[in-house]
């Protein structure tokens, strides 16, 4: 397996979640919920199980791909379990019930996934070996590179449910997938910070958006001048 690849969650198998920053601790959260703690680990553990077997799907396909003497079509994979304080403002903005079973039912994307890759046709390629899968079940999927966001965002989304096998338990999980190229994944991190500077003046925050969206156009040009490229060299 190439050294290329930056797992995230490479460690050793975590005895607890991780969560991405998050600005609610577990016992407000629990709270907050009205629920024991053990119940509520459980919950998140289940997460962090579906986002071992997504990675590893992926990482299998990355090596074959390579076996096959091509180069391994992934560059990183990226993967976080949403934060406390994310997940208690979907509750709020969605009407959802403050309940574990609503949360589970009704967010898709408390386990979140991200495949870099450096070629566009490498996502597609990717995002079909891993949906071919027999216990892989698509529950949505939102093509923003066909169809960008009016900002200029770039990124395919999957929506899946993907069973973890515990000790006497076949569970399904959701889980939300996005499949994105270098110059996506580093345009989408940039519009992310900008996201947080509320504080600037509104006529900045305007040009800042509109070069952003500039950004984006060359960026997918680059992309697709880059595939090109990689086209002719097979
Ligand atoms: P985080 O912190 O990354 O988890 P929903 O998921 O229901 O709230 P929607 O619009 O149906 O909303 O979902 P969508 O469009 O599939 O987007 C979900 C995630 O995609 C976002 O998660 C972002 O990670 C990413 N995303 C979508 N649009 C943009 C965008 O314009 N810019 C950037 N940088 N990322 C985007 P969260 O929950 O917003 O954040």
Redesign the pocket.
Known sequence: MSDLIQVDHDKPVRDKPHF?DSELTEAQFIHLLGEDMVPIQQFFTYYQCAIMEIETKFKVLNAQFSLRGEKNPIEFIQS?I?SYG?IMR?VHKTGIPCRLDAIEDEL??IA?IRVVCSFREDIYRLADCFLQQDDITLIER?D?IEHP?P?G?R?L?LIVSVPIFLENEKRPVKA?L?LRTLAMDFW??V??KL?YKKDLPRKTLALLYRDLKDCAEESAAWDEKMQRIRNMLE
Request: aromatic share 10%; proline share 0%; glycine share 4%.
């Open positions: 991405a976080r949403k994310s979907k898709d994307d979140g939102k923003y966001k900002n965002y990124s989304h939300e996005q989408a991190s519009e992310h996201r």
